[in-house]
């Protein structure tokens, strides 16, 4: 069975950051390329940023020039640097396998860390 375990938000003030970390099975990080993604209350999830095996990254609109993905193969993890961070962005962050178009691939998704931007 595939895990995925996402951790690193908090409270943080607008402005502020955050490093996010996902750590994903082997078998499924190895060969995929893997994405964050992120659910307000009452909105459907939405693609914030992925990254290839290659290292090509790719970010929504939204966080582009704010958030940074990266992964480290050798630990089966995945980050998300957030800097600047608003009071939208505040969500609940999950991560998962992804394919060329960012769309997610695995059927489960973990629990998911909450991102709490407020003054």
């Known amino acids: 069975q595939v895990q995925l375990v996402e951790s690193g938000g908090g409270l943080v003030q607008p402005g502020g950051s955050l490093r996010l970390s996902c750590a994903a099975s082997?078998?499924?990080?190895?060969?995929?390329?893997m994405g964050w993604y992120r659910q307000a209350p009452g909105k459907q999830r939405e693609f914030v940023a992925t990254?290839?095996?290659?290292?090509?990254?790719n970010y929504a609109g939204s966080v582009k020039g704010r958030f940074t993905i990266s992964r480290d193969n050798a630990k089966n993890t995945v980050y998300l640097q957030m800097n600047s961070l608003k009071p939208e962005d505040t969500a609940v962050y999950y991560c998962?396998?992804?394919?060329?178009?960012?769309?997610?691939?695995?059927?489960?998704w973990g629990q998911g860390t909450q991102v709490t931007v407020s003054s």
């Open positions: 998962n396998a992804a394919n060329g178009r960012g769309t997610p691939i695995l059927g489960s």
């Open positions: 082997t078998s499924i990080f190895s060969i995929y390329p």
């Open positions: 990254i290839t095996i290659g290292g090509n990254t």
